[in-house]
T-cell receptor, first 115, second 112 residues
């Protein structure tokens, strides 16, 4: 089966500009996650969706970050306006089961550089 | 709040050696623990998933153990190869929100 798809792979923008990342999870996976991974650190959860509803967005900087999963399939993460500290890899992951025990699968990530 | 620690932060071993990577977590009330591999500039590849009721999982040269009561997991890699060079991350699923908390990883280099 196809894996988690993300685009673009790389993006360079100047501070205060906006950027959007797209994710298409594995077919049939109800749960979708966006993680931020800063160089040298482990991934940090930004937002978790179950179908098209938000389960957890407690660590999402809502003044500048937004995410949606309107039809319960693919998702978009937007940053507006970007700051220097937003430079990171944005990872999308999905999980089949809605129970707590399912395995998580990641995409290749979208690397953002803010100048 | 769940905290996950991985020791060592970096490790270099000669090819052929067996090695152990360590992961510890502060809240033992977990659903499962997952080990991932991350190559430079790439996403995370799932290696092994251990449910809270399990003690270990094996896949090829990899063996992961879980001691929930002491808050520890180990990833054992047998007969290491240069292709095993990567960062290895452990992640624990826990809490009412079923959140996945990551460690900072162990960067492994296997030399010829």
């Amino acid at each position: 089966e196809a894996g988690v798809a993300q685009s673009p792979r790389y993006k360079i923008i100047e501070k205060r500009q906006s950027v959007a990342f797209w994710c298409n999870p594995i077919s049939g996976h109800a749960t979708l996650y966006w993680y931020q991974q800063i160089l040298g650190q482990g991934p940090k959860l930004l937002i978790q969706f179950q179908n098209n509803g938000v389960v957890d967005d407690s660590q999402l900087p809502k003044d500048r970050f937004s995410a949606e999963r309107l039809k319960g399939v693919d998702s978009t993460l937007k940053i507006q306006p970007a700051k220097l500290e937003d430079s990171a890899v944005y990872l999308c992951a999905s999980r089949r089961l809605t129970r707590n025990t399912g395995e998580l699968f990641f995409g290749e990530g979208s690397r953002l550089t803010v100048l | 709040k769940q905290e996950v620690t991985q020791i060592p932060a970096a490790l270099s071993v000669p090819e052929g050696e067996n090695l152990v990577l360590n992961c510890s977590f502060t809240d033992s009330a977990i659903y499962n623990l997952q080990w991932f591999r991350q190559d430079p500039g790439k996403g995370l590849t799932s290696l092994l998933l251990i449910q809270s009721s399990q003690r270990e999982q094996t896949s090829g040269r990899l063996n992961a153990s879980l001691d929930k009561s002491s808050g520890r997991s180990t990833l054992y890699i047998a007969a290491s190869q240069p292709g095993d060079s990567a960062t290895y991350l452990c992640a624990v699923r826990s809490g009412t929100a079923s959140k996945l908390t990551f460690g900072t990883g162990t960067r492994l280099q296997v030399t010829l």
